[in-house]
C-alpha cells in the first residue's frame, strides 16, 4: 500500500533521480568496456541457473538466485585481465550493518544482516558535480500528512547506539579493502508473499545504502553532523533473479536532524528485465510443441549496466 | 499469514492489529454444545479484520486534541454488509467503517471539541453530536461517550440527529425509534457504505449457503397470532442519559 521509496527518502534526506548517472551511463556505452561474446556467455549463465543446475525439473528461486549472481559476478570479474585494479575488489557475505542518525528529533537505526557487500580499495569518486549538490539545497522533501513518516518502523529500545561498518575481527583499521563499493540484494524466498515487492526492494536497497555510506563517513570524517567535503558514493543492485533494481547513492551531508539544507542522492534504475521468461518444460498445446524451452526476451543493456556498475570506480 | 488460534475462544487477541485474523465459525452452537440459533452453520471461510468502533482513540503519546487521518484503502468486508476502510494517522493504521463516498485519499478528521457554532462537517469526519448542526445524518452513533460504536452499522444505514437539548441530544435511529444520547457521544457524519446492499438479489439456494445460512425446516404450520402486518405507536424514547433525580424538597 505504502509508497516505500518515498518514506525511506524523507528518512534518509535525500532527492531521487530517474535513471542510472551520466557517468555509469557512459561506461555503458563505451564499446571498449564490453566482454567478447557476452551476450553468449549471459545466456549461458542463466541457462545453468534456471535450467541446468538441479536434478529436479526446474529449480526453485531460493536456489537458482545466488546461482545466477555468482555467475555474473564471475563474468565481471574475467574483465580484470584488462583491468588490473579490478582484482583490488573483495566480497563479505552475511554481513551485518549498523548506523543510528536523527531525522528531526526522532532517533533511527539501521541494523541486521546485510545481503552481499563488495569492498574496494579506492573509493568511488563523487557522481554529481558541485552545482547540482547545491542545487537539492531548494528541493523540498515530501511530507505525508496526516500519516507521520515512521508508520511501520520497528519501534526498538535502544541501550547502545552503534555504527559499525562491520568491524568485526576481519575489518580492523589497516584493512586494505576498507571502501563499501557496492551491495547485492537477493530476493530469494520462494514464496511470494515472503518475497519484497520490486517498491519494497528499493526502498530496503536505499536504506541500507545509507546505512553503509553513513557508517563509513562517521568513520571518515567522524560522528559530527556536517556537509561532507568529499561525498561517499555506494552503489546497490537488487534482484529477484529475473528483475534487477539498479541504484546509485550519494551521501552529501551527515546533517540530518533538519530537514533543510543539502540533501543526498540517489539515482535508481528500477525494474530492468534480464529476460522475460525461462521455459524450462516446453509448452504443448494438443500434442504440438507451441513454445520450446529455452529462454525467450533477452536484454543484454541490463549486464551492461551490471558490468558498468561493477567498473564504476576504477574506469 | 493470519494466525488462528487452537483453543475454541479465538477471540483471546489483547494487541490490535491490521492484518486479518482467522476466526472460528460456531455454527450456533453456545459454550454448552448445543444448537442456540438455528439456522446457523457451513459457509466460505472468513479471516476477522480487527475494526476500531472507537473513532476517538488517540494514539499512545499523543495529546487529546482533534486529528486527522487518510484513507488509504477501502474493501469488502466478508464478517459484515458494510466495506471497510483502511486510514492511518500518525504512527499507526486502522481499519474503521467506511462511510458511502469514501475514497482512497481522502483526508477525515476525528475531533472531541464542542464550539459554540455548529461544523460544517465533511462526510467521513467523526465528531461529538454537540458539534454537529440538527439534521445531519450520521451512523457510528455510541451509546455513551467513549464506549465505542454500537447503533448504525448495518450497509447503508444512516440516523437523523432531530434536536439537542441541555447537554443532550436526541437522535432518530433507522428503525424510527429515537434515542437520547449525551452530547459527547462522537458519531460519523454521513451514510454508511455498500448503500445497495438491500437491493441484491440472491438468485438461488447455493448463495445463501455461501452466506452461512442453513435452510429453514419445511413443515407446514399455520401461522397464529404472531404473523401478519402490525400497526402499532412508537415505542418511547430511549435514553442512555442519567439525570439527577429530582427528589421533592422536605
Not at chain 1, 16 to 41: K, M, T
Not at chain 1, 297 to 303: A, E, K
Not at chain 2, 48 to 70: N, S, V
Not at chain 2, 122 to 143: F, R
Request: proline residues 6%; hydrophobic residues 35%; charged residues 25%.
Amino acid at each position: 500500500y505504502f509508497q516505500g521509496v518515498r518514506q525511506a527518502q524523507w528518512l534518509t534526506k535525500t532527492k531521487l533521480v530517474e535513471g542510472l548517472p551520466p557517468s555509469v551511463l557512459s561506461i555503458v556505452d563505451n564499446p571498449a568496456h564490453q566482454l567478447e561474446g557476452h551476450e553468449e556467455r549471459v545466456k549461458h549463465a542463466i541457462s545453468h541457473a534456471r535450467f541446468w543446475d538441479t536434478t529436479e525439473v526446474a529449480p526453485m528461486r531460493e536456489h537458482y538466485c545466488p546461482v545466477l549472481f555468482e555467475d555474473l559476478i564471475h563474468l565481471c570479474r574475467s574483465m580484470s585481465a584488462k583491468y588490473p585494479s579490478l582484482a583490488k575488489r573483495m566480497l563479505a557475505r552475511n554481513y551485518k550493518i549498523a548506523a543510528t542518525w536523527e531525522r528531526e528529533s526522532i532517533l533511527l537505526q539501521v541494523r541486521g544482516l546485510n545481503g552481499i557487500l563488495m569492498n574496494s580499495m579506492a573509493p568511488i569518486p563523487p557522481v554529481a558535480s558541485k552545482e547540482e549538490i547545491l542545487a537539492t539545497e531548494e528541493h523540498v522533501l515530501e511530507t505525508f500528512y496526516p500519516i507521520s513518516p515512521t508508520i511501520d518502523l520497528q519501534e526498538v529500545n535502544v541501550y547502545k547506539e552503534l555504527n559499525d561498518t562491520g568491524k568485526s575481527r576481519r575489518f580492523r583499521d589497516g584493512y586494505p579493502y576498507s571502501h563499501p563499493h557496492t551491495l547485492f540484494f537477493l530476493e530469494s524466498a520462494n514464496v511470494r508473499t515472503n518475497r519484497f515487492r520490486p517498491e519494497q526492494l528499493r526502498a530496503k536497497m536505499l536504506m541500507f545504502a545509507f546505512g553503509n555510506a553513513l557508517a563509513k563517513a562517521k568513520v571518515l570524517y567522524g560522528n559530527d553532523p556536517k556537509v561532507l567535503e568529499q561525498p561517499v558514493v555506494v552503489q546497490s543492485v537488487g534482484t529477484d533473479g529475473q528483475l534487477f533494481q539498479f541504484m546509485v547513492f550519494q551521501l552529501n551531508t551527515t546533517d540530518l536532524v533538519s530537514s533543510d539544507g543539502v540533501k543526498n542522492l540517489v539515482w535508481i534504475d528500477s525494474d530492468q528485465n534480464l529476460y522475460e521468461k525461462a521455459q524450462c518444460v516446453p509448452e504443448v498445446k494438443k500434442r504440438v510443441v507451441t513454445k520450446p524451452a529455452g529462454i525467450y526476451g533477452f536484454q543484454p543493456d541490463t549486464f551492461k549496466k551490471f558490468l558498468a556498475l561493477y567498473l564504476h570506480g576504477t574506469v | 499469514a493470519p494466525r488462528c488460534t487452537t483453543d475454541p475462544m479465538w477471540k483471546c487477541r489483547v494487541k490490535y492489529t491490521v492484518r486479518p485474523v482467522g476466526m472460528k465459525k460456531t455454527g450456533g452452537r453456545d459454550h454448552t454444545g448445543r444448537i442456540r440459533v438455528r439456522g446457523i452453520g457451513g459457509g466460505h471461510k472468513r479471516r476477522y479484520r480487527m475494526i476500531d468502533f472507537q473513532r476517538l482513540r488517540y494514539e499512545e503519546g499523543a495529546p487529546p486534541e482533534p486529528f486527522t487521518e487518510k484513507v488509504i484503502s477501502v474493501r469488502y468486508d466478508p464478517c459484515r454488509s458494510a466495506d471497510i476502510a483502511l486510514v492511518a494517522g500518525g504512527n499507526r493504521k486502522r481499519w474503521i467503517i467506511a462511510t458511502e463516498n469514501m475514497e482512497p485519499g481522502d483526508i477525515i478528521t476525528n475531533s472531541s471539541h464542542i464550539g459554540r457554532m455548529a461544523v460544517l462537517a465533511n462526510e467521513g469526519d467523526a465528531y461529538p453530536l454537540g458539534a454537529l448542526p440538527v439534521g445531519t445524518l450520521i451512523c457510528n452513533l455510541e451509546s455513551h461517550p467513549g464506549k465505542g460504536a454500537q447503533y448504525i452499522r448495518a450497509a447503508g444505514t444512516c440516523g437523523v440527529l432531530l434536536r439537542k437539548v441541555n447537554g443532550t441530544a436526541i437522535v432518530q435511529l433507522p428503525s424510527k425509534r429515537q434515542m437520547q444520547v449525551l452530547e459527547t457521544c462522537v458519531a460519523t457524519v454521513g451514510r454508511v457504505s455498500n448503500v445497495d446492499h438491500n437491493k441484491r438479489v440472491i438468485g438461488k439456494a447455493g448463495r445463501n449457503r455461501w452466506l452461512g445460512k442453513r435452510p429453514h425446516t419445511g413443515l407446514w404450520h399455520r401461522k397464529g397470532g404472531w404473523a401478519g402486518r402490525k400497526i402499532k405507536p412508537l415505542p418511547p424514547m430511549k435514553s442512555y442519559v442519567n439525570l439527577p433525580r429530582i427528589t421533592a424538597q422536605e
